[in-house]
């Protein structure tokens, strides 16, 4: 981040903290200012945001807009990460890919869909750094089976 980046981000923390809304709600209750924070972006401070979503909180909160759209990734996105866990896993199922994500980020996601755009970088690289492990006969045959069961 260069020093402008740095400066304008700074101004923009100072617009969060003198809007209009933070100060009629959120300076009384630091609580519901961090539950709306980690609801919206998955942070628990302005300081961790980007600029592109200070600019839309700051928006926010001086009441322009009407709500703060969740910065989840695309449905692209979606479908490379999907692609990738495919070529790398022994068991490609979403769950197995959501278990994954919480065991190395402690993200607690119900779908792939809730990932936020900027744990989307991370993911990719564990995803790209997996090395597929090769299954026995008998590995195989249990999987398939496991799977065989779960469509009756």
Do not use: C
């Not at 961090?34 to 700051?58: H, R, W, Y």
């Amino acid at each position: 981040m260069t020093s402008k980046q740095r400066n304008f981000k700074a101004i923009l923390i100072k617009q969060v903290h003198t809007s209009v809304l933070y100060k009629q709600v959120y300076k009384h209750d630091r609580d519901l200012y961090e539950q709306m924070l980690e609801n919206t972006f998955g942070v628990k401070s302005s300081k961790d945001l980007s600029i592109d979503e200070l600019l839309a909180l700051v928006s926010f909160l001086n009441q322009k807009t009407a709500f703060i759209q969740k910065a989840f990734i695309s449905n692209n996105q979606v479908s490379f990460l999907k692609s990738l866990w495919d070529q790398k896993a022994n068991y490609p199922t979403e769950d197995n890919l959501l278990k994954l994500i919480y065991n190395k980020f402690k993200l607690d996601l119900k779908s792939i869909n809730e990932l936020h755009r900027k744990d989307f970088k991370k993911v990719v690289g564990l995803l790209k750094n997996l090395k597929k492990k090769e299954l026995s006969d008998k590995e195989r045959l249990a999987y398939s089976l496991s799977i065989l069961k779960v469509v009756r």
